[in-house]
């Protein structure tokens, strides 16, 4: 049912955790499910320099949320922004059709997180 890259993911999830200098932070659920993730990022100059997430989410979830992270480290606030659950469940290749809702998980809470970055870092 779930490719090797999943598979992998899951069993050794990256970034798992909290950070206690958060530049921002987000907590989301599922509508779907009901699973919940909590995303803190940590931004110096525009780029994200560290993140970890929690969550009460699924194989899937954890997953996507590994991989999420891994893609958003290095990257602008903006390129952030910009990711899809999509293009996280091709660089794992691909979910289950039924476990898609799952990796909205990641993208939401990245986004809440990075909102709250910016409502407490106004530009200008
Ligand atoms: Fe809830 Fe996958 S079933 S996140």
């Known amino acids: 049912m779930y490719s090797d890259k999943v598979m992998?993911?899951?069993e050794n999830p990256r970034n798992v955790g909290e950070l206690a200098d958060a530049s921002g932070s987000g907590t989301v659920g599922n509508a779907k499910c009901g699973d919940i993730m909590k995303m803190d990022i940590k931004v110096e100059d525009d780029i994200?320099?560290?993140v970890k997430f929690?969550?009460?989410g699924c194989c899937a979830a954890v997953a996507t949320s590994s991989m999420a992270t891994e893609m958003i480290k290095g990257k602008t606030v903006s390129d952030a922004l910009a990711l899809t659950n999509r293009a996280v469940a091709e660089?794992?290749?691909g979910l289950p059709p039924?476990?898609?809702h799952c990796s909205i998980l990641a993208e939401e809470a990245i986004h809440a997180a990075l909102e709250d970055?910016?409502?407490k870092h106004p530009q200008g």
């Open 98 to 100: 039924v476990k898609m």
């Open 8 to 10: 992998d993911h899951f």
């Open 117 to 119: 970055y910016q409502k």
């Open 48 to 50: 994200i320099t560290d």
């Open 91 to 93: 660089a794992l290749d």
């Open 54 to 56: 929690k969550t009460f």
